[in-house]
Nanobody
């Protein structure tokens, strides 16, 4: 079992930045992948970025490449999503998800463990 708790959401103006945190507890092991998704009203949950607990290069969706950065701090059991140059269309609930896998999954149904989500609102 893996427990995930997101934090760091809020209201920010367009062009601003936010850093989201995902604190993991329970079973954390080298094959664990932590990913960030978001879901806007009326839309499907969208993959943003993923990182393996043990290292290796992160994976990003094309829509956020160059603006969002995913990092991890194993000592704090925390994964971060740094979001820069935010746009109104980035407004959504942001979730972190986790599962054990040999490859980066980008579909929400591939992940068994989810946090409760944190709201990000970008004003124009």
């Amino acid at each position: 079992q893996v427990q995930l708790v997101e934090s760091g959401g809020g209201l920010v103006q367009a062009g601003g930045s936010l850093r989201l945190s995902c604190a993991a507890s329970g079973r954390t092991f080298s094959s664990l992948i932590i990913s960030w998704f978001r879901q806007a009203p009326g839309k499907e949950r969208e993959f943003l970025a993923a990182i393996r607990w043990s290292g290796s290069r992160p994976n990003y969706a094309d829509s956020v490449k160059g603006r969002f950065t995913i990092t991890r701090d194993n000592a704090k059991n925390t994964v971060y999503l740094q979001m820069n140059n935010l746009k109104p269309e980035d407004t959504a609930i942001y979730y972190c998800a986790a599962d054990s896998a040999s490859a980066y999954f980008t579909r929400a149904y591939d992940y068994n463990y989810w946090g409760q989500g944190t709201q990000v609102t970008v004003s124009s």
